[in-house]
């Protein structure tokens, strides 16, 4: 693997053991590694029981090994010195098949699969090695000095199935033990089954009880639940993930697209010669079923449809490689093999019959999509490439069996997952490399994939544990895999499934094997037989029954239980309340100390005791418990996942945990927990962890190197972590943590010790917790458990979020509003933001926001609202309550500008982020899309292909209606506004070229086209913040337009609404709450309402969509201005009596106010509206004179305010008085304004003016003034 070939492919065939990262690369020479230090393992006997060998293959080439033992010359080959001996056993299926003749009585591998997994395990280097020419390189195995074994136990098939036998799987075994191997590597699996009813499992622990490590394979039966097979706990059960070399080839699609697929076919289409493309479907033979024509099965296919074109098949079902076979049968020149949705991202290099690709489900998608809206497809088939170090890698492969462990729950299957997918090894000259009839090519390697090819994996890397550690159990060497495997791929980010959702220990185990690690683990969790047989006791197993297992008597103990039964992982099964396991650790290292650190499962709290661990000699061992409780309010019913880890600052023992939670109904109880850990979702502490080994990383040259010296992460209540660093490091560190901020972020210190609370969708955090029952309550059907989280699955909530209190970086119920308002005034927040609105204005009572909001007021914390997407139509706020801060949307100084160029030669500038672009100074056709119609008003394919559509805006998305233009066929779309969304333009992430144009630019589009209620004695919006085109982070669950055919991912995107206008607010209420601890909510809102401005940065009054004066009713106070809110000098500050009294004038009774509140109170006999204390005055229904009561509070130095008064056109207003003299902070004044009409001409609509306080340092402190005349 190692050495330079002269081929020009890269000298690494054998990549599979790089991902193993037993050698690694520096300045283009090999270290001494692990493989080296072991002399390359020449004392290990590995036994390979499946389907056997290819006796003198080159794999096995036995130069540079001594004679045998005396003792294996009987039944081996003298001469060989590699492979020492080959057996077969089929008894048992000759029981079933009858007499068997000559070619039966043979240990010689007929198929492949033996000789493609023993020299996986154990291959000695073989110079040249290549599979039909791809691929040139040196091979080796795990255990490449290991001498091996083989036993032939599996035969063909009788009646299509019932190819291994029990009988002759055990016979195996049991010889397998006599001849006394180090290592039985088991490529075999069927359906779970009770162990008594298992041969593997019978035959392995028969071998582990004699000191054998026995490693089998997952099983192929992914990516379902619960069908992972060899679930003994005496077992090593892998799984298979892909790994960072593939074979790559390209698709080129008639329309400019290129799709990366997967392939080793020999033959090769002309370069860059199109053909014309053809979904099997369609290329259906009359009475054949579309179903089998797509998956090209034989027979299905019209060999005139299909006769010089590329076929596009499904995976499923029939063999990938006969697929192909069918397609060259029928007179294809090409194949495009394209995944269901269940194989996901996992693509395989076969070595296919013509030329093909394998591509993946998202690309198969776009293949189809192209297929159906083109007339006449073509595609180019590239020729096939060795890429190395591919990324992501590795993920899991879909075929790969997934747990839970269906016979023993409490036990977690697979352990560990290691390469199964395109895994090149030597290979049967028997037959050729499809293993079909038809295919009479030979190859001397090949690449195969399945869990049998990441089983032997795992058993080379036993084989050299093993040299290393002989003195070790078979449990022993399991755990110190186990617990140093590693859950990141090479982007540093954890293993994906292959449906690109990350991987859970269902799938992976513990994670990705980890030779190198493995061999100096730390510490282990050890068993030893009698544990065995007192789990098989806990089985409810009779003396009879273990009998099969043990070859002598055997007595229960009685004080065994499951719970301590000593394995790496650990397993909860139905969690009510609070379970404790045992688990203990033997020490195989130096002295030392180990510190614990757990990441919980969500929804359930753990415990460690002790915390500490202190080693102090070889051997030494320690007991320790777990204890998982139910957290509160968790409401989880599914299995959720966590770690834990012993640390001594070397050393990295982990285990992982797995918990399924039955919800038994809600308790009363703190809302945390007595150890006070907080309900973070396991899914934000992992982006949070990231975002730790990022920054370290990038000061220590690899991510690698910052999981090595990183001691803690913290994701609890602290964001960030502790680490081993030198001076200079701490230095640089330090000098590149600060970055420069506005002058109010500085004085706020950026918002330190604030908590910003989001009512949203989901997602620096501190706690993560989701409410859905109120939702659940009222769902016709029972909601999916990916709901069961606090993740954000849109977006929504992560835009919010890092707008408000983001980090520096390179439908509700009212039920679960309640609830989340309750959770998040007991966790203590400082500030809750609520991107959340109502379609109407409802009564304050029967509003759970308004509500919840009251409560959070009262408790000291300010509540900011949006003030919903509504507009412009008139009365249509979203919330009224006087003690929320309500916040409108406008526009922010930044745009994404898109040029629409008519052919009169004028130019209109539009909005968008659309990914893709027009040739430049190409100009298309333009089409109106009224002008495009189908009789069932669907765009019609042949007027929109090839040309650009204008679109209205209204009713469905603005992306969706691109992605209808682009399905008809448009190159490009042109958005136009209605008269209602006047000048408004947004960027959106459309999926072909598009501009979002203003009403009046659509109007010349169009002409050049056809030529060639709430309180009214209070204001709402409170202010205006920046809401359209907001940058901020986002969700990677979906693609940037939320719609199920994008299948496009960002991190951060541009959205619009009162939703993203709103977490500004907070932004700046959480920093005020860092200057200003004493504040009220309310004095905050006023501080920000009373400076905000008027004008644009153009010097000029802020403008409506329309061209026309914004009014208060759009804006409120204004646009926020941060630094002038910092000293607002004074405040119109309100108090909860303040509230109730408010409740009172607006008609609620002592009976209302006790439910809506929670305390009793009575009524004043003369509450009144107009003496509410808000920083904007509202007099609906002017007809005479009307007085309205203010008090302001002084927040800064002594000082005389003035007042100055634009008053509402046929309005007379005067101020009472008109000086207010203060002479320290918090005194209060009180001043009273009259509104009177002046009658003359008086209006019938509502007018707007100001009342502003000013002083001589400054401050200049504006309420809006909002009269309505009767």
Known sequence: MGSVSKAFIPPRMYVSYMVLYLSKRHGGKLSSHFLVNVNLQTQCRQAYIQDFTSALHSIVWHAGFHLLPHHLVSYGFPKIRKLIGTRYFNKGYAAYAGHLNSSFQTARDSEGHGTHTLSTAAGNFVPGANVLGYGNGTAKGGSPHARAAAYKVCWPPINGSNECFDADILAAFDVAISDGVDVLSVSLGGDPAEFSDDAIAIGSFHAVAKGITVVASAGNSGPSPGTVSNVAPWLITVGASTMDRSFTIYVALGNRKHLKGASLSVKTLPAEKFYPLISAADAKI????????????????????????????????NGRVDKGHQALLAGAVGMILANDENSGNEIIADTHVLPAAHINFTDGEAVFSYLNFTKEPMA??????????????PFMASFSSRGPNIIE???LKPDITAPGVSVIAAFTQATGPSDAEYDKRRTPFNTQSGTSMSCPHVSGVVGLLKTLHPDWSPAAIRSAMMTTATTRDNNGEPILDSTNTRATPFA????????????????????????FLNFLCNRGYTKKNIQLFSDKTYTCSKSFSLADFNYPSITVTNLNDSITVTRRVKNVGSPGTYNVHIRAPPGVTVSVAPSILKFQKLGEEKTFKVTFKLAPRAVITDYVFGMLTWGDGKHFVRSPLVSYIVYMGETSFSPLSSTGESSLSELDVQKMTKSHFDLLGSYLESKENAQDVLIYSYTKCINGFATYLDEAQVTSLKANGAPTLSSLQKKANFGERVIIA????????????????GFASTSPTPIPTEWNTAYDTEGHGSHSLSTAGGSFVPGASIFDILVAFDAAIGDGVDVISMSLGLSQPVEFLQDGMAIGSFHAVKKGIPVVASAGNGGPVAGSIAHGAPWLFTIGASTLDREFSATVALGNKKLFKGSSVASKSLLAGK????????EARLPTAQPADAQVAGKIIVCIRGINSRVVKGHEAELAGAVGMILANDEESGSELLSDPHVLPAAHLTYTNDQAVM????????EQFLLHPDVTAPGVDVIAAYTEVVGPSELPFDKRRTPYITMSGTSMSCPHVPGIVGLFRAIHPDWSPTAIKSAIMTTAKTKSNSKKRILDVDGQLATPFAYGARHVNPNLAANPGLVYDTNVIDYLNFLCAHGYNSTFILEFSGVPYKCPEKASLAEFNYPSISVPDLNGPVTITRRVKNVEAPGTYTVKVKAPPKVSVVVEPSSLEFKKAGEEKKFMVTFKPVMNGMLKDYTFGHLTWSDSNGHHVKSPLVVKHA
């Open 508 to 531: 992976d185990g513990a994670g990705h094997v980890q030779p190198n690690r493995a061999a100096d683990p730390g510490l282990i969790y050890d068993l030893t037989v009698n544990d």
């Open 758 to 773: 989001n009512l949203d969708t989901g997602r620096k955090l501190i706690g993560a917790r989701y409410f859905n029952k």
């Open 380 to 393: 180019f088939l590239s020729n096939v490439r060795t890429e190395l170090a591919t990324k992501p890698a």
């Open 409 to 411: 729950e409490s036990i």
């Open 286 to 317: 009359a009475d054949q079923s579309e179903e089998d024509a797509l998956l090209c099965k034989p027979g299905a296919l019209d060999p005139k449809k299909v006769k010089g074109k590329i076929l596009v098949c499904l995976r499923g079902e």
């Open 1007 to 1014: 002409n050049y086209i056809k030529s060639t209620k709430y």
């Open 923 to 930: 100009f298309y056709p333009l089409i109106n899309v009224a």
